[in-house]
């Protein structure tokens, strides 16, 4: 059971240099999610999807850029990195509100840090 | 708009104590869903527990329980007998309609709990 997979797991990036995270779910779920967290802030919202080829903008969207061109995987790219990217950044699938299956699931983390 | 508040950032017990996570949340919908997760030194999220608005049946499972409160706008957590084992950080999360057409219930959550058990 894959459920939700990230790639890569950690990463280290020179400032300015461009990387992108994939996302892998294989519970055919249409809402998916990254998250960062950061020491004392809990996880905050960075884009969202509802579904194949839709985003959104969550709380903390700037620097990042996301695409959802297959259901089954949320690709969150950083164009130019800074310090202030440096975090674990957190996917997550839900499948869509009915009451049974509101849970969001979670990749394992990506532990980024930008030098 | 939704918020999560989990006032308390550190807890330090001594083992076999029980302890309460506190958690307080906002939200304007009368359809909405609170979780807890854990997350240990390993850090991956772990799924605890899903409560709806509509069920304040409070819930235990072990060692651990639930106390669902609409009046007060909380969902607390407790651990009875706590153990080594149950050292992490703990969230509490909230996932409301929002205002996007048909709901889309992103989970928002708390700035979490770190709980330390010591032996």
């Known amino acids: 059971n894959a459920g939700v997979t990230q790639t890569p797991k950690f990463r280290v990036l020179k400032t300015g240099q461009s990387m992108t995270l994939l996302c892998a779910q294989d519970m055919n779920h249409e809402y998916m999610y990254w998250y960062r967290q950061d020491p004392g802030m809990g996880l905050r919202l960075i884009h969202y999807s509802v579904g194949e080829g839709t985003t959104a903008k969550g709380e903390v969207p700037d620097g990042y850029n996301v695409s959802r061109l297959k259901k089954q995987n949320f690709l969150l790219g950083l164009e130019s990195a800074a310090p202030s990217q440096t975090s674990v950044y957190f996917c997550?699938?839900?499948?869509?509100?009915?009451?049974?299956?509101?849970?969001?699931?979670f990749g394992q983390g990506t532990r980024l840090t930008v030098v | 708009a939704q918020k999560v508040t989990q006032a308390q950032t550190e807890i330090s017990v001594v083992e076999k104590e029980d302890v309460t996570l506190d958690c307080v949340y906002e939200?304007?919908?009368?359809?909405?869903?609170l979780f807890w997760y854990k997350q240990p030194p390993s850090g991956e999220l772990v799924f605890l527990i899903r409560?709806?608005?509509?069920?304040?049946q409070n819930e235990i499972s072990g060692r651990y329980s639930w106390n669902f409160q609409k009046s007060t706008s909380s969902f607390n957590f407790t651990i009875t007998a706590s153990q080594v084992v149950d050292s992490a950080v703990y969230f509490c999360a909230l996932s409301d309609p929002g205002e996007s057409p048909g709901g889309s219930y992103i989970p928002t959550f708390g700035r979490g709990t770190s709980l330390i058990v010591h032996p």
């Open positions: 939200t304007r919908d009368t359809t909405y869903y």
């Open positions: 997550a699938s839900r499948l869509t509100g009915t009451y049974l299956n509101t849970e969001a699931f």
């Open positions: 409560r709806n608005s509509f069920d304040e």
